[in-house]
């Protein structure tokens, strides 16, 4: 259910008897940019470690003991052409522990506390903290080389998507980082609080009229209105462009980019999920049954959708010298995607699969809700579970076959050994 609370500001309430604790999150979302994004991931470390009047990590962690074991959460992520920050606080619901019926309001309090008192004082963040908060960050973005198949993807991103924005990750980039000062931090985060959309989300056995009451209590103010159009149209390159890097690795890293019709329920959706999970989504699809297990190429090999961005992700793990032949085995799945070499029962196999993963998300509060979400940004009128297993169903194999067609390779990122000849 929505409920507006002010210009720009938004709660949507979704009560539900499934879940054992209430999930609060606070969205506040933004037009995607680089250096915006490195900003506004360090503003959510800063709120989520201290306050004005929780100035430690201790103290945060003795007041979230203190509401039962709440669990605080944040998140930066890049949603298409918009960034999101989600401050994110998990409780138990109060009825379930007797005695206290105000849990829900002091986690409320608590997480107004966090995002709207931060620990700062005339103009700037508390200036220990922050660097500590910044050093971290900038260790994290050197950490993230360690994971090779995660280093490959943002490489491959960065090469499909260079000269843009869309090339940096959803936390920013360690680049921007030397330049972030307490003051100009909390200029950021001001920016946010004030003037970002805020979407508020709330999940569990509760009364709306109970959150509303609460909300109404907070310091919301009006903003301006922010679009919600989230979808990113990347301009096609005329032939694939290639890239690589050696680095003193055991197991070259060879990812492929592609153009994709396939975005969040457009009229390719349903019929792309069935194709992602043939092709290489699940067990039984092409590229690993063929790649992986059958011509023993690659140590992994699976595929990917982007369904905000148009793009489709191959990953593979090979040895160096394997690459012109994984290259040729992965492009000739997709062409045997395109010719219609897939079976009905592959085709009802992989439905199957699609619907058991869907009904477990359902499971889980926390996919629930970041579902309901992107709902929110995209479609008017969200499909009930039934609608989406009949749309899902309703796919022909026809229909597997067009989307497989519109897939156009972009792009090539190769990660390979020091002493790899090319």
């Known amino acids: 259910m929505e409920y507006k609370l002010k210009q720009g500001v938004t709660a949507y309430i979704e009560p539900s008897d499934k879940y054992k604790t209430v ?9 995607f940019g680089g250096k915006t994004a490195t900003e506004r991931s360090l503003v959510k470390n ?30 930066s992520q890049r949603f298409g052409k918009q960034h999101v920050v989600t401050m994110s606080l998990s409780v138990v619901n109060d009825k379930f522990i007797g005695g206290d019926d105000t849990l829900l309001e002091e986690a409320f309090a608590f997480l107004e506390e966090i995002i709207f008192r931060p620990n700062a004082e005339d ?27 995660a280093y490959a993807r943002t490489r491959l991103n960065q090469v499909m998507f260079e000269g843009t924005d869309q090339a940096y990750q959803g936390i920013g980039d360690a680049c921007f980082l030397k330049d972030i000062t307490s003051t100009s931090l909390f200029e950021r985060y001001a920016e946010m609080i004030e003037s970002n959309q805020l979407d ?5 056995d509760v009364a709306p009229d109970r959150i509303l009451n609460i909300l109404a209590a907070q310091k919301l103010a009006d903003r301006e209105e922010t679009e919600k159009e989230v979808f990113y149209y990347r301009e096609m390159n005329t ?37 992602d999970g ?44 394997k690459r012109e032949q994984v290259e040729e085995i992965v492009l000739a799945q997709l062409k045997d995607m395109q010719a219609g070499d897939f079976s009905d ?49 309703a796919v022909t194999k026809e229909q597997i076959i067009a989307v497989a067609e519109k897939m ?15």
Do not use: C
């Not at 999150?25 to 037009?31: E, P, S, V």
């Open 345 to 393: 029962d592959l085709i009802a196999q992989t439905k199957s699969m699609l619907i058991n993963h869907y009904k477990q998300n359902d499971d889980y509060q926390g996919r629930s809700l970041a579902k309901q979400y992107q709902d929110i940004l995209i479609i008017e009128n969200p499909l009930s579970q039934e609608q989406w297993i009949a749309g899902l169903n």
């Open 200 to 204: 508020i989300l709330v999940s569990g």
């Open 46 to 75: 800063m709120l989520e470690t201290n306050s004005k009047q929780y100035p430690s990590q201790n103290e945060m962690d003795l007041k979230m003991a203190s509401l039962y074991g709440a669990t605080l959460h944040t998140q």
């Open 239 to 275: 032939e694939p462009v290639a890239a690589s890097e050696a680095q003193d690795i055991n197991q070259g890293k060879l990812f492929f980019g592609f153009s994709s019709p396939v975005y969040y329920m457009n009229e390719h959706y349903f019929a792309g999920l069935v194709f």
């Open 23 to 31: 999930l609060i999150q606070y969205k506040f979302r933004t037009i």
């Open 123 to 149: 103009g700037k963040f508390h200036e220990k903290t922050f660097l500590r908060e910044k050093e971290n960050l900038h260790n994290y973005f050197e950490s993230l080389i360690e994971d090779k198949s």
């Open 408 to 422: 156009t390779l972009q792009a090539i990122f190769f990660l390979k050994g020091e002493a790899t000849d090319e």
């Open 278 to 321: 043939l092709f290489g989504g699940f067990p039984h699809s092409k590229l690993f049954q063929n790649v992986r297990e059958k011509e023993s190429l690659a140590y992994s090999a699976s595929s990917g959708l982007d369904f905000l961005r148009g793009v489709m992700t191959v990953g593979t793990g090979i040895e160096f010298d």
